[in-house]
Nanobody, 126 residues
Framework: VQLQASGGGLVQAGGSLRLSCAAS????????SGWFRQAPGNEREFVAT????????YYSDSANGRFIISRDNAKNMVYLEMNMLNPEDTAVYYC????????????????????WGQGTLVTVSS
């Protein structure tokens, strides 16, 4: 599975962005997918994950209520809609796919994800 993230950019506080992640590989639709982020000087942190069927979503406390993760398995795409952005959301955002297929529970742990995109930078100005 190969992943390509896009959609990052510069936005003012309170604004919105939509990140996209294009996946290759026929097993992508059977893998939990997610978004993580890493701000300068910080460790990579969980943002949101979505089950392989799309029916279950899991958000960090910071993302809950502001971000929406979705997927389109027919197109091998995962999205992250980000609203009410603030400067603390500034980071490189990475999409990721589970290291196994058919996981029957959602996960927030980066170690469970074996495939990573290259990252897309989101900068929120105050």
């Amino acid at each position: 599975v190969q992943l390509q993230a896009s959609g990052g950019g510069l936005v003012q506080a309170g604004g919105s962005l939509r990140l996209s992640c294009a996946a290759s590989g026929r097993t992508f639709s059977s893998r939990v997918s997610g978004w993580f982020r890493q701000a300068p000087g910080n460790e990579r942190e969980f943002v949101a994950t979505i089950s392989w069927g799309g029916g279950r979503r899991y958000y960090s406390d910071s993302a809950n209520g502001r971000f929406i993760i979705s997927r389109d398995n027919a197109k091998n795409m995962v999205y992250l809609e980000m609203n009410m952005l603030n400067p603390e959301d500034t980071a490189v955002y990475y999409c990721a796919a589970d290291r196994i297929t058919g996981r029957n529970y959602n996960t927030r742990y980066a170690a469970d994800f074996g495939y990573w995109g290259q990252g897309t930078l989101v900068t929120v100005s105050s």
